[in-house]
């Protein structure tokens, strides 16, 4: 919610250069690409400055979040923010084109956590921070690209569970905290209780969503304005579109 606030108060005053220059990009495309080579790097303080002892970056619950938890995130959402409409030589957008090589991008994250993981033995040490650091990279630049090649073909049901996400992402920390409880007064094994927790959680949230969120404010607020009638239409453009492909 920081970084939103943040971003939004970025974007107004783009917005506000962009008017009084009368610049479609009122900042210079080397800054941009400077910033894009910069944050990855810029990373690496945050994660130096983390105290868990686990392969990941900190946790911090509070309103105001701890500094450099909030710095790590930043660089990793502004980062995104630029690469988005920021274009490589042949005209595909950067956030597109930066996983193209993700198989070896999935190898190389695969095995940097399982160095960090398994022979790394301080995980608040200046070994740990690196591999971690390095694996965060390109674990995300691996399922941009694994993303875009699997999911570029339009469903609807992926489009409405990827809508959903985000009042799951949201609202799911109480329930699970209730469902722990269950768990535990109930003595359940820890591997079917965390199963039995996620999908119950996941079923709950799927159904509150459709019933309650998607074509409210609430829902409109999240991930703009939707209506059933839109929906139905979109459902039989893709059924159609998924039929003549099969013809």
Not at 11 to 21: E, F, H, P, Q, T
Not at 60 to 74: F, K, R, T
Not at 113 to 124: I, M, R, S
Not at 210 to 219: A, E, Q, S
């Amino acid at each position: 919610l920081w970084l939103v606030a943040a971003f939004a108060i970025v974007a107004g005053v783009v917005d506000r250069l962009r008017s009084l220059r009368g610049l479609e990009r009122p900042i210079p495309a080397s800054v941009a690409d400077g910033l894009l080579l910069a944050l990855p790097i810029l990373t690496i303080g945050p994660q130096l400055l983390m105290k868990e002892p686990v392969f990941g970056p900190d946790t911090s619950e509070g309103l105001i979040p701890a500094w450099h938890v909030l710095g790590y995130y930043a660089c990793f959402f502004f980062w995104g923010a630029l690469a988005h409409d920021r274009r490589s030589d042949d005209g595909r957008r950067l956030i597109r084109t930066v996983g193209d090589r993700w198989p070896a991008l999935l190898g190389l994250s695969v095995g940097l956590f399982a160095v960090g993981v398994f022979l790394v033995e301080d995980q608040t040490g200046w070994l740990a921070a690196l591999t971690q650091w390095a694996f965060a990279w390109t674990m995300s630049f691996c399922l941009l690209g694994l993303f875009a090649a699997v999911l570029m073909t339009e469903r609807f049901a992926v489009r409405w569970l990827s809508d959903a996400s985000y009042w799951m992402y949201l609202t799911h920390l109480p329930l699970i905290f209730v469902l722990q409880g269950v768990a535990a007064a109930w003595d359940l094994p820890a591997i079917p209780a965390f199963i039995g927790i996620c999908a119950v959680t996941f079923v709950l949230l799927a159904i509150t969503y459709r019933w309650l969120i998607r074509y409210t404010p609430i829902g409109s607020l999240l991930n703009g304005s939707k209506n059933r009638a839109a929906d139905a239409l979109t459902r039989a453009r893709l059924a159609e579109a998924e039929r003549t492909r099969v013809r």
